[in-house]
Nanobody, 115 residues
Framework: QVQLVESGGGLVQPGGSLRLSCAASRSILSISRMGWYRQAPGKQRELVAGLTSGGSTNYADSVKGRFTISRDHAKNTVYLQMSSLKPEDTAIYYC?????????WGQGTQVTVSS
């Protein structure tokens, strides 16, 4: 099993930055894939950024060049650095992990981009 705890959401003005953190309950080196999804009101949950245990990353087209996913093995934590935020980035952001073919989710953290 994997428990995931997100933090770092909040209210930010357009053009601002936020960093989300996702702390895992076990070594992230043992987790084949982690990532961030988001869900806006009335919309389906969508992949924002993914990271494999080998270090490969992928991003949604809408966030390429603005968001960066990274990890700290020593802290068993994955981060999502978000810059140049837009109102359309407003959503609940969920951390995700795939561990031995099972999917695990965090509780979500709200990100609101508004002036």
């Amino acid at each position: 099993q994997v428990q995931l705890v997100e933090s770092g959401g909040g209210l930010v003005q357009p053009g601002g930055s936020l960093r989300l953190s996702c702390a895992a309950s076990r070594s992230i080196l043992s987790i084949s894939r982690m990532g961030w999804y988001r869900q806006a009101p009335g919309k389906q949950r969508e992949l924002v950024a993914g990271l494999t245990s080998g270090g490969s990353t992928n991003y949604a087209d809408s966030v390429k060049g603005r968001f960066t996913i990274s990890r700290d093995h020593a802290k068993n934590t994955v981060y999502l650095q978000m810059s140049s935020l837009k109102p359309e980035d407003t959503a609940i952001y969920y951390c995700y992990a795939n561990y031995y073919l099972l999917d695990y989710w965090g509780q979500g953290t709200q990100v609101t981009v508004s002036s």
